[in-house]
């Protein structure tokens, strides 16, 4: 199964104006009524998952495909997927061929300024099973790397947590995890699993590159993974804020291999990962609709 991957990764650099805001939620009650996003303007977690919901939208605008002409379905393991409507004048086998192979499957994520959404295009069956894995490499304040990671170890297995050992250091040991993390995250949620699924049911072997669930190679899918460091100026000073983040992404590709593609090149990765700003989404917000 050829069917191409594209990840838009969106660097929300800073917070929402109230117009800003306002606008864009209104955007979000018109286009995706469905969205549990509260308005809440004070709240930046809120500013966050409202772009998670609107970057397809944001992607069909980039496609020129008219908002009447799209439908977003989704599956009831709650994997969505974008079924295009066609003026069917002919409907010829290939042309109906053709329409089987236009749905796109996405799946959208975010962890602190980082929001980000995968897709890729193909029949209904094959486009679903797709997720996206995103994890800043950072411990939470007045903890080591090593200490996060012990607090996670009812989510790792006995041999992922040998890889985390303290004398592997600090920043291999944050690294590490953070892989692990976004992987299993970008899996459980490309089989359309709760965030209650007992992440440690699932084994990434990074030094052999194997992939396991419930001790049974996991064939057929195929992992990417890459990492993504941003950057913005500090107001008012010559210093900068720096952030780092794992990201990952799952999809199954129905062969008999499980297959990781680790992304480092730059030039690589630019040939399917674009990144977007916020500024960009809100310049068109109010075209979102159209």
Same mark, same amino acid.
């Given at each position: 199964m050829d069917s191409p991957i594209l990840v838009w990764m969106l660097f929300a650099n800073r917070e929402m104006t109230d117009e800003e805001y306002a606008k864009c939620h209104a955007v979000l009650r018109e286009c995706v009524p469905h969205a549990p996003v509260r308005n809440s303007p004070t709240e930046p977690e809120t500013m966050r998952q409202m772009v998670a919901f609107l970057l397809p939208l944001l992607m069909m605008r980039h496609r020129r495909v008219p908002r009447a002409r799209w439908q977003d379905r989704m599956t009831t393991l709650g994997k969505h997927w974008i079924e295009q409507m066609h003026n069917v004048v002919d409907? *010829?086998?290939?042309?109906?061929?053709? &329409?089987? &192979?236009? #749905?796109?499957?996405?799946?959208?994520?975010?962890? *602190?300024?980082?929001?980000? #959404?995968?897709?890729?295009?193909? &029949? $209904?069956?094959?486009?679903?099973?797709?997720?996206?894995?995103?994890? /800043?490499?950072?411990? @939470?304040?007045?903890?080591?790397?090593?200490?996060f990671a012990i607090s996670l170890h009812h989510k790792l297995t @006995?041999? =992922?947590?040998?890889?985390?050992? @303290?004398? /592997?250091?600090?920043?291999?040991?944050? $690294? &590490?995890?953070? %892989?692990?993390?976004? %992987?299993?995250?970008?899996?459980?949620?490309?089989?359309?699993? @709760? #965030?209650?699924?007992?992440?440690? $049911?699932?084994?990434?072997?990074?030094? =052999?590159?194997?992939? #396991?669930?419930?001790?049974r190679p996991l064939l057929g899918w195929e992992f990417r993974v890459w990492t993504s460091e941003l950057g913005w100026p500090i107001p008012g000073s010559e210093g900068h804020v720096q952030q780092k983040y794992q990201c990952a992404v799952a999809f199954f590709r129905r062969t008999q291999t499980t297959r990781f593609l680790w992304q480092k090149e730059s030039k690589e990765l630019e040939s399917w990962v674009q990144f977007v700003t916020l500024d960009q989404l809100i310049n068109v917000a109010d075209k979102l609709t159209e």
């Open positions: 409907d *010829n086998p290939v042309a109906a061929a053709s &329409r089987l &192979r236009s #749905m796109i499957g996405y799946h959208t994520v975010y962890d *602190n300024n980082l929001i980000g #959404m995968v897709m890729t295009q193909g &029949r $209904r069956e094959d486009v679903v099973n797709i997720g996206i894995g995103i994890k /800043q490499i950072v411990a @939470p304040p007045g903890m080591s790397a090593t200490d @006995p041999l =992922e947590q040998g890889f985390l050992a @303290p004398e /592997q250091g600090e920043e291999v040991v944050m $690294r &590490r995890l953070c %892989l692990i993390l976004a %992987l299993k995250q970008a899996y459980i949620k490309a089989i359309g699993q @709760p #965030m209650g699924f007992d992440w440690s $049911r699932l084994e990434f072997n990074l030094p =052999e590159k194997l992939a #396991m669930g419930d001790g």
